[in-house]
């Protein structure tokens, strides 16, 4: 069997590279590739695919959508759009009437959130120069010019100077805290970072960067791209943590595969951005949000959340008992190994597919509607892997 198959193709870009595998229908947790070979999707399209893969109720939804309107712009009033956002205000909880826009992707809700902050602090606020974004070392939060300049990874820099000016990201933690005076808008945090190697940080640096950023009223917007739509247990990581964001941006999970985001914001903020500010073409569509009603209603419920703390849990006893560096939270979970790429083809070619985040350390992100059975496979394939 050759497992190295060559997908490439002169026609596209080379910025994703070669890939190893072509995939070509997906059900429940698993995926197929050309050859009718079976992969246990511990991917999930990276935490995008939440309710798994073509998801019987999912697909009707969509079906009977596309039957009857697709798009419209935001010309018109899109009542999905008007649903979608209280059911989100309601369950983000900001301590005042919140309110929702809709995007395409996570790197645009990030986009809209820092535009927002700049908006509400220079014109709302009356504060022309308060303008700078802090964000956190190992951050990352897209790869537009506004979400690029506050994730501060170098290999993603090169070649695209000069990024968005006022744009800060502090050596340490401490100095994030520190660097928070009163020339700072915003400071955009991944309260468990994805990309950065799956480390939830803990609720006293959270906690004591929360109330810097209030004395100097400045905005704490909490990227749930990653994390958001049940990944870690409730519906938002931050609920799990304490905190009180001023902004949300969200997208991964809330579409399963449609891409969708969204930014929540608490009204005083929200209202920075009056009409014509910002705006997309695309952002809430129809389609977009008959999707996301589905998805939010699905994920949550209380059941389905509390089946994700529970598998999570058994998650990561089977992970602790044979990885090290085991951390995360819910079904998001990442541990070291001595060389990534080698474990990641060994888990391919054992029918397992899962992520890394670095040349040593693996990040696991099952369906959160998998069950008992399918955690017990995963054990399996991972005593094969390490064997
Ligand atoms: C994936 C991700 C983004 C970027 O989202 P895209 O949809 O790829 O633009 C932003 N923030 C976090 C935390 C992410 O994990």
Not at 347 to 368: F, H, K, M, W, Y
Request: with cysteine; charged share 20%; proline share 4%.
């Amino acid at each position: 069997m050759n497992m190295t198959v060559d997908t490439g193709c002169d026609a596209l870009f080379n910025n994703y590279g070669l890939r190893q595998l072509s995939i070509v229908r997906g059900e429940g947790a698993y995926l197929y590739d050309e050859e009718g070979r079976r992969y246990l999707d511990f991917t999930s399209g990276i935490a995008v695919c939440n309710l798994g893969h073509a998801h019987p109720g999912l697909s009707a939804v969509i079906a009977k959508q596309a039957a009857t309107l697709l798009h419209t712009s935001n010309l018109f009033f899109v009542p999905g759009q008007a649903e979608l956002a209280s059911k989100l205000a309601k369950l983000a909880d900001l301590g005042e009437p919140t309110k929702a826009m809709f995007v395409n992707s996570g790197t645009e809700a990030n986009e809209a959130a820092l535009k927002l902050a700049r908006r509400y602090q220079t014109v709302a606020k009356h504060r022309p120069e308060k303008t700078r974004l802090l964000s956190l070392p190992n951050a990352f939060h897209g790869r537009t010019m506004g979400a690029l300049s506050v994730t501060p990874k170098v290999a993603y820099h090169e070649g695209f100077a000069p990024l968005v000016p006022n744009c800060v990201t502090p050596a340490t933690l401490a100095d994030v805290i520190s660097a928070v005076d009163d020339s700072v808008a915003a400071c955009i945090v991944e309260v468990i970072q994805g990309e950065g190697g799956v480390h939830p940080f803990d609720k006293a640096f959270l906690a004591a960067l929360a109330d810097k950023l209030r004395v100097h009223e400045a905005l704490l917007i909490v990227d749930e791209v990653q994390t958001g739509v049940g990944r870690t247990g409730t519906f938002f990581a931050y609920e799990q943590l304490g905190l009180q964001p001023d902004i949300i941006t969200m997208a991964k999970g809330l579409g399963n595969g449609m891409p969708v985001g969204a930014v929540i914001a608490r009204a005083g903020v929200a209202d920075a951005f009056t009409p014509g500010a910002h705006g997309s073409t695309f952002g809430g569509n129809p389609l977009a949000m008959a999707v996301a009603n589905y998805v939010v209603d699905t994920v949550s419920a209380p059941a389905f959340l509390d089946n994700v703390q529970r598998l999570g849990s058994a998650l990561e006893r089977i992970l602790r008992n044979s990885v090290k560096g085991v951390s995360g939270r819910g079904l998001m979970w990442g541990f070291d190994v001595a060389d990534a790429g080698q474990f990641l083809s060994r888990a391919r070619e054992a029918g397992l597919l899962v992520t890394q985040c670095s040349s040593t350390r693996v990040r696991i992100l099952p369906p959160l509607t998998i069950d008992n059975k399918i955690v017990a496979e995963f054990a399996e394939l991972l005593s094969k892997v390490l064997d």
